[in-house]
């Protein structure tokens, strides 16, 4: 009903709901899926983001919180923190039909990009697990700071990217020799670390600090930190969490935890463009494969907004499960 | 549970990482302006610089009494135990910047020579010390001219005074005062609008601190305090196999014929009787202040802000849950690393300056960076609002404001307190 509705006022208003509305007829002929850790709740959230509903819940082990799709988007990787391991769910049988090493509290993860290794981030004892995903072992364990959690890798896959958050580093870790080989002090809490499409940068959120650090990948300098501020909100609520950059490596939207919005940047002059008012604590960010919706988990109101990429406009909230953590569209 | 896997311990994997390897910032750098080498490139001119930090962790062996409730935990090393954790804390992070963090631990006996043991830390080189002690005992301490160029963490008395008048410079007041406590109690009881209190006090000094610092909660935050009992210690008052029906038949006369109210604000600091007042007062009301809703800077019950990190880290290093002075301690050493790892310097002087500094914030599982008050170097921060098992709320609540944050709402203000440091 609701899209019916935008879509019909879309048609009358103005050039950029049209572009809405194409927005949404592309999804309806893709019928993309997107999928929600329930951290609380020990569940995934399967969303039909044709029908923007969500059309089944799967119980997992213990805490799930960082999700992510293997390289065929066949499978869901599930750190099931308090279970110690990842959890493998086939999305075409929403069954559990495997579990893999992690070390202990696995938090957030990534996935090289040829799909061959998960680096995970053991938040209880400062380790990145490396994990050969179809060996299903342990490759290696690299020392890193105090909480480890954020998780970035490069496009070409060489450069793993580390954030510690008691530590307030992020590490870069060169992934054929398991090596810290630089570690850049940024604000305090770095809780996500994230490299632009041309691997040339790396962003990377603070949480307390309120800051967004841009990280030159090769010089490991700062050569920027994006700022926030907004009209009657406390700046101590300002928390950056989750960072997304469009395939065109031209905007970011950077989620803002218990400010309840998501900042969208240009990616060229560093500039904040926008606030978008989404639900309830907003940590995590991801976007359809075709860039034209943005995902948001809203860990207090248990639900995710659904942001239309060109008009950068928050569309819909579907309600999930209890304390939404991770998201991952296929 | 856990799957049996090899660990690798810190100290090889160092030695095995060439020191060209690894980036070091520069003596100095300050965030923003962290030195960064080209991809593997070995400079001379960046060799490391390591920078060992000791610090002092000095208390009294002061017998405490057993909690009320043979629920509660009994720690031998309540506040230590957080040290050690934030010590560890500091070597993780330290590791990557060629720092190391060492704690020195002293006990004087009860009522014994402070100077002494302040003399045993300084000889082993700690300048940075942490004071597991009473407000008289840390004021001795401080005035010491021994302790003149050290910096001091008071993570124990929760004395106003030592906040309003005898402020020290080589004092950072780490713990909550009372009155930040109570203030945050008189927040929520705004909140919640109950605002008619029956206060009950013990009868030792620290029971009547607590309740003056309730008083002047309630005028603050317009709450008024309807009626004022003291309950007097009698031996056989404690806990006995046979004592239960002697309490409750106790505490309802203590509370029997009072004024309309909403809630109880009970002050027993000392654990004598607060823990017996809930449901057995003469009328059905809740109990607020030292037992009951507690007003406390940590609790077993919060997760929030990563705080199950710090529990699960505590809980497997001391093998019982973190009490509030630990948490303290834990703050305490992380700023002594926060000021290390970002200036790059340990001398007394510069973390003095650094933590008085606007650059200075600690991250503590309180959903925002901590600071301290330059006029008398007390530590801003939230405080939990806690039932026995659970968090109920955090203040500064909602819409209390302040203009410099609304954390300065907790605890008396700069134009109410005679002390000026750092000016």
């Not at chain 1, 309830?280 to 907004?305: C, H, M, Y």
């Amino acid at each position: 009903m609701r899209r019916l509705l935008m879509g019909t006022l879309g048609w009358t208003s103005s050039l950029f709901s049209v572009a809405f509305l194409t927005s949404v007829a592309a999804g309806s002929a893709q019928a993309f899926t997107a999928y929600v850790s329930n951290e609380k709740g020990n569940s995934i959230s399967v969303i039909d983001l044709d029908k923007m509903e969500v059309t089944a819940t799967v119980q997992v082990g213990e805490r799930p919180r960082g999700i992510t799709l293997s390289h065929d988007k066949k499978q869901l990787f599930i750190c099931t923190s308090d279970a110690d391991h990842i959890e493998v769910l086939d999305l075409d049988t929403l069954k559990v039909v495997n579990t893999l090493p992690s070390g202990p509290d696995p938090e957030l993860f990534t996935l090289s990009p040829d799909g061959k290794t998960l680096y995970v981030a053991n938040e209880d004892n400062n380790m990145v697990t490396v994990l050969d995903v179809d060996q299903g072992s342990v490759a290696s364990e690299i020392p890193v700071g105090t909480e480890p959690e954020g998780m970035g890798v490069s496009p070409d896959g060489k450069w793993l990217v580390n954030t510690s958050e008691t530590t307030s580093m992020a590490h870069f870790i060169d992934t054929s020799t398991h090596e810290v080989i630089d570690s850049v002090l940024v604000d305090t809490r770095p809780r996500y670390a994230k490299f632009t499409p041309d691997g040339k940068f790396v962003w990377v959120s603070s949480e307390v600090g309120g800051t967004v650090s841009i990280i030159d990948a090769a010089t490991r300098k700062i050569m920027h930190k994006v700022t926030f501020e907004i009209p009657g909100v406390r700046k101590e609520t300002i928390q950056p969490v989750g960072v997304a950059i469009t395939d065109d490596g031209k905007t970011a939207f950077i989620a803002l935890g218990p400010a309840n919005r998501v900042a969208v940047v240009d990616v060229a002059s560093y500039k904040v463009e926008k606030y978008l008012l989404v639900g309830q604590r907003v940590w995590q960010l991801a976007f359809t494969p075709d860039n034209k919706l943005l995902l948001s988990t809203n860990g207090e109101s248990n639900d995710i907004s659904v942001i239309d990429v060109a008009d950068q406009k928050v569309t819909k909230s579907i309600t999930v499960g209890e304390l939404p953590w991770g998201v991952a569209i296929r | 549970m856990m799957a049996a896997k090899p660990r690798l311990s810190a100290h090889p994997w160092l030695i095995a990482s060439s020191l060209a390897l690894l980036t070091i910032f520069s003596v100095g750098s300050l965030p923003g302006s962290a030195m960064a080498q080209d991809e593997g490139g070995a400079s001379p001119s960046t060799t490391p610089q390591i920078l060992n930090v000791t610090i002092g962790y000095l208390t009294e062996a002061i017998p405490e009494p057993p909690p009320l409730s043979l629920v509660e935990v009994v720690a031998k090393d309540k506040g230590l135990a957080g040290a050690k954790v934030a010590l560890a804390d500091n070597n993780t992070t330290g590791k990557f910047l060629k720092q190391s963090y060492e704690l020195k631990e002293k006990t004087v006996a009860a009522g014994g020579d402070l100077k002494a043991g302040l003399d045993d830390l300084v000889g082993q080189g700690a300048k940075l010390i942490v004071a597991d002690l009473t407000a008289d005992r840390l004021l001795q301490l401080a005035d010491l001219p021994e302790a003149k160029d050290l910096v001091i963490f008071n993570i124990r008395a929760e004395d106003d005074s030592l906040r309003l008048k005898d402020c020290r410079a080589n004092i950072f007041n780490v713990v909550p005062s009372r009155a930040m406590k109570t203030d945050a109690l008189a927040e929520y009881m705004a909140v919640k609008k109950w605002m008619r209190w029956v206060l009950v006090s013990g009868s030792n000094d620290a029971d009547k601190a607590y309740a003056d610092a309730l008083r002047h909660s309630a005028k603050k935050f317009g709450a008024k305090i309807v009626e004022e009992r003291t309950y007097e210690f009698k031996a056989g008052s404690r806990r006995s196999d046979t004592g239960e029906a002697q309490i409750r038949k106790q505490m309802a006369d203590l509370t029997q014929r009072l004024p309309d109210y909403d809630v109880l604000a009970v002050a027993d600091e000392s654990e004598v009787f607060g823990e017996y007042l809930p449901y057995r007062t003469w009328d059905p009301r809740p109990v607020v202040g030292t037992q009951g809703l507690v007003p406390t800077a940590w609790h077993r019950s919060q997760e929030q802000w990563g705080g199950m990190q710090m529990q699960r880290r505590f809980e497997a290093a001391a093998h019982r849950w973190m009490l509030e002075r630990d948490y303290s301690a834990w703050v305490a050493v992380r700023a002594i690393g926060e000021a290390a790892t970002r200036t790059g310097k340990a001398d007394p002087a510069d973390v003095h300056s650094y933590l008085v500094s606007d650059a200075f914030t600690v991250g503590a599982f309180k959903g925002q960076g901590l600071t301290f008050r330059k006029w008398n170097q007390q530590l801003r921060q939230p405080m939990v609002l806690a039932s026995p098992l659970m968090m109920v709320s955090v203040s500064p609540q909602e819409g209390f404001l302040h203009q410099r944050t609304p954390l300065d709402t907790l605890g008396y203000d700069e134009p109410e307190s005679a002390c000026h440091l750092n000016k």
